[in-house]
């Protein structure tokens, strides 16, 4: 029906705002250094990252394509940019999800599953390495933590 699309949409919006927040406070950040408590803004992004994160762990799997009605096929752009939607939220959650485990805004314990499962993407490289540079980080900082979720990660990359 047509519920989907509009649900897609406002993922897909959510998303964007959430992405573009990030960016917006990611180039602040880098242009001054925090010392001690992070200042409101920042605090406020992250409440904002936390409230979207299970939306987010959802989008890393995303296979959808453009929402359009288009159904005509003598323009190969559109085919290829229908196929990159997904890529591209994907991509933007795994970026998203990566910060969240850097700011220690969300639990490894529980995110090591979906970073497992991504080691599986087979349609972007740069998915693949930030789920292994993710993996290496937090295996080194919490090394029983990936033994005990690494079977679910496995089981998630075939569903």
Same mark, same amino acid.
């Given at each position: 029906?047509?519920?989907?699309?509009?649900?897609?949409?406002?993922?897909?919006?959510?998303?964007?705002? #959430?992405?573009?927040?990030?960016?917006?406070?990611?180039?602040?950040?880098?242009?001054?250094? +925090?010392?001690?408590?992070?200042?409101?803004?920042?605090? +406020? #992004?992250?409440?904002?990252?936390?409230?979207?994160?299970?939306?987010?762990?959802?989008?890393?799997?995303?296979?959808?394509?453009?929402?359009?009605?288009?159904?005509?096929?003598?323009?190969?752009?559109?085919?290829?940019?229908?196929?990159?939607?997904?890529?591209?939220?994907?991509?933007?959650?795994?970026?998203?999800?990566? #910060?969240?485990?850097?700011?220690?805004?969300?639990?490894?314990?529980? +995110?090591?599953?979906? #970073?497992?499962?991504?080691?599986?993407?087979?349609?972007?490289?740069?998915?693949?390495?930030?789920?292994?540079?993710?993996?290496?980080?937090?295996?080194?900082?919490?090394?029983?933590?990936?033994?005990?979720?690494?079977?679910?990660?496995?089981?998630?990359?075939?569903?």
């Amino acid at each position: 029906g047509g519920g989907g699309g509009v649900k897609f949409l406002n993922e897909k919006n959510a998303l964007s705002i #959430v992405s573009k927040d990030y960016e917006a406070e990611t180039n602040k950040m880098s242009n001054k250094q +925090v010392q001690g408590d992070q200042d409101s803004e920042s605090s +406020v #992004v992250g409440g904002v990252l936390q409230g979207y994160y299970q939306n987010i762990l959802l989008l890393l799997f995303d296979s959808s394509t453009s929402p359009s009605s288009n159904t005509t096929s003598n323009t190969t752009s559109s085919s290829s940019s229908n196929h990159n939607i997904g890529l591209l939220i994907r991509q933007a959650s795994s970026k998203l999800l990566s #910060v969240l485990l850097r700011q220690g805004l969300v639990n490894p314990l529980e +995110v090591l599953p979906y #970073v497992v499962a991504l080691l599986g993407e087979i349609t972007s490289n740069e998915i693949r390495s930030n789920a292994l540079k993710i993996l290496l980080i937090e295996d080194e900082k919490y090394p029983d933590f990936l033994k005990t979720r690494m079977l679910e990660g496995i089981a998630l990359a075939y569903t």
